[in-house]
Structure formats: structure tokens, C-alpha cells
């Protein structure tokens, strides 16, 4: 069974980075749109960033713009979310979705595939 796993979350403070890793065997996943969700205690999920397949488009949801960055190693199919000057909203467990869409960033509802997420913690 073809899965996406996440790594690299723990526990930081604020101001402090973080890279997230999300990983998948090399040929699986490969044409589909890549996005990282995050979802905060009692919070619904919201929407992070998103990768197209290639790598050569980006989104991302205005709260994290000019401190995250998501970027993609073809060659080994893991997508990345390097995650700097974290503040304690970021806090949440983070996931990564996988769509198959023709349109980007995908709607939300596009992305089928889903890893069991990594834990982000910011302290104040």
C-alpha cells in the first residue's frame, strides 16, 4: 500500500525553524499535486501550502507567506516544508495530502491521499 509519511516535527520556541519531511516511494504520487494541512486542537484543518508535481508552482495561505517554504526533490518524490520564525500559532499537527487535480493549487476536496501527520509544537 502506497503511503505518505511525515517527519520532522517536535518541539521548538518561537522564532525557531523547523523542516518537515514528507516521503513516499519513488514512483508513487509522482503526477499529483502535493499540499502540507495543518489542524490545531478543536480546530478544523486548514490549509498550508501547496506543491504542483513538477515543483514549479507554489501557494501558500497568507498567515505563513514569507516564512515557510515548500519545495520538492524529484529524484527521491519527498516534498518539504522548511518552516522558519515559527510562532506558537503554528502550532498544530501537520499533514500531507496528495491530489490529483488539473487545476492549482487543487481544491481542498481534490486531495485523496493522506499521511498520518507529524506534531509541531511552538512555545511562547
Known amino acids: 500500500q502506497v503511503q505518505l509519511v511525515e517527519s520532522g516535527g517536535g518541539l521548538v520556541q518561537a522564532g525557531d525553524s523547523l523542516r518537515l519531511s514528507c516521503a513516499t516511494s519513488?514512483?508513487?504520487?509522482?503526477?499529483?499535486?502535493r499540499a502540507w494541512f495543518r489542524q490545531a486542537p478543536g480546530k478544523e484543518r486548514e490549509f498550508v501550502s501547496a506543491?504542483?508535481?513538477?515543483?514549479?508552482?507554489?501557494h501558500y495561505a497568507d498567515s505563513v507567506k514569507n516564512r515557510f517554504t515548500i519545495s520538492k526533490d524529484n529524484t527521491t518524490n519527498t516534498v518539504y516544508l522548511q518552516m522558519n520564525n515559527l510562532k506558537p500559532e503554528d502550532t498544530a499537527r501537520y499533514y500531507c495530502g496528495a491530489a490529483l487535480a488539473t487545476q492549482f493549487p487543487p481544491e481542498t476536496i481534490s486531495f485523496a491521499f493522506w499521511g498520518q501527520g507529524t506534531q509541531v509544537t511552538v512555545s511562547s
Open positions: 506543491i504542483s508535481w513538477t515543483g514549479g508552482l507554489t
Open positions: 519513488k514512483h508513487a504520487f509522482s503526477r499529483f499535486s
